[in-house]
């Protein structure tokens, strides 16, 4: 799997690094994407967080999200994309700080 950015150029909403999609390269997701990740800076600036593609709807007026990819079983099972994702985020941020100085 290749992870791909779009950075978020305007600051808005504040806070939002990036958008990021998810290329599958092998098995039968081989030639797909899923689009809908988001690379965030923490409110408390102690790192990054990603969400992961969402479905809004709205229930008496209320906006609420439905997740599009969810566990099976173990509830920490996003966890290992999350991180895959973030990590492949900060290699990108150094290519384009390379890019810019070198």
């Given at each position: 799997?290749?992870?791909?950015?779009?950075?978020?150029?305007?600051?808005?909403?504040?806070?939002?690094?990036?958008?990021?999609?998810?290329?599958?390269?092998?098995?039968?997701?081989?030639?797909?994407?899923?689009?809908?990740?988001?690379?965030?800076?923490?409110?408390?600036?102690?790192?990054?967080?990603?969400?992961?593609?969402?479905?809004?709807?709205?229930?008496?007026?209320?906006r609420?999200?439905?997740?599009?990819?969810?566990?099976?079983?173990?509830?920490?099972?996003?966890?290992?994309?999350?991180?895959?994702?973030?990590?492949?985020?900060a290699?990108?941020?150094?290519?384009?700080?390379?890019?810019?100085?070198?």
């Amino acid at each position: 799997m290749v992870v791909k950015f779009m950075l978020n150029d305007k600051g808005n909403p504040p806070g939002k690094l990036a958008d990021a999609e998810v290329h599958f390269d092998n098995d039968v997701m081989a030639g797909l994407k899923l689009v809908g990740f988001a690379v965030w800076e923490r409110r408390d600036g102690t790192g990054r967080n990603v969400t992961f593609p969402a479905r809004q709807y709205s229930v008496n007026g209320e906006r609420r999200s439905f997740a599009l990819l969810r566990p099976i079983i173990d509830q920490h099972a996003q966890d290992a994309l999350r991180d895959a994702i973030i990590a492949a985020f900060a290699e990108f941020e150094a290519q384009q700080h390379l890019a810019m100085t070198g």
